[in-house]
């Protein structure tokens, strides 16, 4: 493989459609100001180097980036790639990921609105991110270790497990499909709205009118707090750990609870079973 080490490149496309290739110490950087630096490129590895510069990272198959720094100028960095590697770097560019397949994430910081979207195969380790609108409309998602700092997170999201998580976000898992979520803590208003097939295990709910319109909701040994008026037209399945303030119109299944301080049931579709665990 060809190294390029210790420069400063800032032409455009300054890489262009190159393959087999290292790129150690480098600085993407400097007035001209160029983009694309690694466009149509495959089998690129990326170490310590600095990226201020646009689009460096568009339709590369095969890259493998570690110990580098994404700074708020690289506006989308990674659009159109697939079987990507990241690892200990910094991604802190407006939409740094879009459009891409197969992608490991491991030890990293995300600082990017509109992170992720249309992303398929994506496996997230010990990440922390902020982010508007994160990973709307991807599939295939493994969180494990992830702590988020979002606003309408994860909406209509497919096929995904996070475990062991820390979410903090508005409206997250809208209209979604198949997730699961375990051991985690939720933290947000209007939670899950629309969603179908949400599992939530062992995990902490927190925030007003959580779980309202959904279709086979299942919670399983889940604690809520500060949650009112949940469940409104939703078919669910529930077992819950702890009192919720209120309970309004569930349509279908079983909500097993301490106890409820209002259950609310003002329409007659709302046949959802509430039981109060002795």
């Not at 919720?244 to 049931?265: D, H, M, T, W, Y």
Request: net charge negative.
């Amino acid at each position: 493989m060809d190294i390029i080490e210790d420069l400063t490149l800032d032409e455009e496309r300054a890489l262009y459609g190159r393959s087999d290739l290292i790129v150690k110490n480098c600085r993407f950087d400097g007035p001209a100001d160029g983009e694309s630096a690694l466009k149509e490129c495959s089998n690129i590895t990326v170490e310590n180097t600095f990226c201020n510069l646009r689009y460096p990272f568009w339709h590369v198959h095969g890259l493998n980036i570690s110990s580098t720094e994404m700074t708020d100028k690289c506006r989308a960095a990674l659009w159109y790639s697939d079987n990507v590697k990241i690892s200990g770097t910094k991604l802190h560019g407006i939409k740094a990921l879009r459009e891409c397949s197969s992608v490991e994430i491991t030890d990293s910081s995300i600082i990017s609105p509109e992170f992720g979207w249309s992303v398929h195969g994506l496996t997230l380790t010990d990440v922390t991110a902020e982010s508007e609108y994160f990973l709307m409309r991807a599939s295939d998602l493994s969180l494990r270790n992830v702590t988020l700092n979002g606003k309408y997170s994860f909406q209509y999201v497919e096929n995904a497990e996070i475990v062991n998580s820390e979410l903090n976000t508005k409206d997250a898992f809208w209209h979604s499909r198949g997730v699961t979520v375990l051991d985690s803590v939720i933290n947000g208003e209007y939670l899950g709205w629309y969603s179908e097939g949400l599992t939530l295990i062992n995990c902490r709910i927190k925030g007003t009118q959580p779980l309202c319109y959904c279709k086979n909701l299942t919670l399983v040994n889940c604690v809520m707090t500060d949650c009112d008026l949940a469940f409104e037209r939703s078919e669910v399945t529930a077992n819950i750990m702890t009192p919720v303030l209120s309970i309004k119109n569930p349509l279908s299944g079983q909500i097993a609870v301490p106890s409820v301080g209002e259950i609310i049931r003002d329409i007659p579709e709302a046949k959802g079973e509430i039981i109060i665990k002795g």
